[in-house]
């Protein structure tokens, strides 16, 4: 449903929650202690997001079963990308499914299409490809060359529409991997129901990353590989999906390590595989370190978000976030995301081991999404050493001192999913205000804003403000009324204020 606009903007009473010791302020469970020093903060109120949709992808009624797997939305530093539209990849009867929808309006899906037979495991958008003469790409030691593999094994969806164009790389698009190995591309801004391109690699796609600095795309594979895209040699235009680069990690291991993270970091890129964490020079595209960060049989490095100088990180099954330097890799702090919910685990009908399942900073903002569909923001903070309990003994203090966690601020949403939460991204989308002339007293001239919002996604949608444990413990054993399961949700956050993109 829409959120109505007086209810997220109305001055904040600091409402008690179930708990004695929280408050709700604007959608929004916070310790009792914080939520009373500050309810007289402007500033703190206004940092606080705002939600302002919670809702279906589309009508309840389209027989719309699908499992979210995947998100992504336009730069908002491409300036050719002018529909700033987000792209959500859905996983229906095997098959993978894109919906196109603007973020000024969930409720309605502005274009559909099956884009490949086999899962959608990630989606990246990708600027035109544009000639790149700072310094061309050098391999080495674990490097080589190969070519792309022919479309034989066609893996186009069965109301997809596939051409192979001179121009197909030539303009903005997003880049889809596949389950099955294949990257998939589509034009942001024209006939994006129409594949423009593919290329089929070896093993399942589990991440695609744009490197702005190398102006190259970055694919991690199953197979512990990095396949490394670049402009065509020829002509320095387009993207050359044919011929490309592979660099391979983890060549001592006996078994394969996927590449399931790829995150720039200041003047380097930092893979994650397996339970390591390789470190990639650029523009020489060297691994020139690897560290072992958990050392667990099972360990998968997924999520990797750069703030300021130090890296949040996660592993798959697992409730810890660690936060690393960026110079050394030594850990500087954790949050157990178990304990920053433990207030409100009974609250909120939690029944099962919490896991991070999504991961986000902006605006000063840790994002944090969870296996039970809940949804946590905490403040970042650059702290003296004196003030921050480290893992490790801390640096000294400079201007290269991370951001840290305030835990004891953590702020709980009162909207979450009936899922784990799949993705937590920012979009944007255009807003046109009439701005008042105060010299003159006049109206003035209606400008389009940019609004910025942080988008959630996932299956089925909760209020915890208007349910209890048992109804909650309910919904998530599946319990439940038609219309609520089967379906894409989404939750919008207004955070259009004044902000710096730490992220």
């Not at 940019?450 to 909760?462: A, D, P």
Request: aromatic residues 8%.
């Amino acid at each position: 449903c829409l959120i109505p606009k007086q209810w997220y903007q109305r001055r904040v009473r600091g409402n008690k929650s179930i708990k004695e010791s929280r408050h709700f302020i604007q959608g929004w469970s916070l310790p009792q202690d914080v939520a009373q020093q500050s309810l007289l903060d402007m500033e703190f109120i206004q940092s606080i997001p705002a939600p302002i949709y919670c809702g279906p992808l589309g009508s309840l009624d389209s027989e719309r079963k699908c499992l979210v797997r995947c998100c992504a939305t336009a730069d908002y530093d491409d300036p050719l990308a002018t529909h700033y539209m987000t792209w959500v990849c859905c996983e229906r009867d095997g098959q993978g499914e894109v919906l196109i929808v603007d973020p000024a309006n969930p409720t309605e899906i502005k274009n559909n299409f099956i884009a490949t037979k086999s899962t959608i495991l990630c989606i990246s958008y990708v600027p035109a490809a544009i000639p790149f003469t700072e310094h061309e790409m050098v391999t080495l030691g674990t490097t080589f060359e190969s070519t792309g593999e022919s479309d034989s094994d066609n893996d186009s969806g069965g109301s997809e529409l596939y051409k192979e164009s001179s121009s197909a790389s030539k303009q903005p698009s997003f880049w889809m991997g596949t389950q099955n190995g294949f990257v998939v591309l589509h034009s942001a801004v024209e006939e994006s129901g129409i594949s423009l391109t593919r290329v089929r690699l070896k093993d399942s796609i589990l991440e695609i990353r744009y490197i702005k600095k190398q102006h190259s795309v970055l694919v991690g594979c199953a197979d512990s590989k990095v396949v490394v895209f670049s402009t065509k040699s020829a002509t320095g235009v387009g993207w050359d999906v044919k011929n490309y680069r592979v660099v391979l990690l983890g060549f001592t291991s006996i078994l394969a390590m996927p590449v399931s993270v790829i995150t720039p970091v200041q003047n380097s890129v930092w893979l994650g595989y397996g339970g390591n964490i390789a470190v990639l020079s650029l523009p020489e595209m060297n691994v020139k370190e690897e560290h072992l960060f958990d050392e667990g049989e099972r360990a998968l490095v997924t999520h990797m978000v750069p703030v300021g100088h130090g890296v949040w990180v996660a592993c798959r099954f697992n409730c810890i976030l660690t936060l690393l330097d960026t110079k050394t890799l030594q850990p500087l702090q954790q949050v157990n995301m178990e304990e920053v919910l433990k207030p409100v685990s009974q609250s909120y009908g939690f029944t099962t081991i919490i896991r991070i399942s999504a991961v986000l900073c902006y605006n000063n903002l840790l994002w944090v999404g969870t296996s039970q569909g809940a949804l946590v923001t905490i403040p970042l903070k650059s702290l003296s050493p004196s003030n921050t309990a480290y893992v490790t003994e801390p640096p000294p203090t400079t201007e290269t001192t991370p951001m840290f966690a305030m835990r004891g601020e953590a702020r709980i949403s009162l909207h979450g999913h009936q899922g784990a939460v799949r993705y937590i991204l920012v979009a944007r989308y255009k807003n046109e205000k009439k701005h008042f002339n105060t010299a003159t007293g006049d109206a003035g001239k209606r400008r389009n804003e940019c609004t910025k919002i942080v988008l959630s996604g996932g299956e089925g949608y909760i209020s915890y403000r208007d349910m209890d444990a048992g109804t909650l413990s309910t919904i998530r054993r599946g319990r439940i009324i038609r219309g609520f399961t089967d379906h894409c949700h989404m939750i919008a956050w207004d955070v259009s204020g004044p902000s710096t993109v730490v992220s």
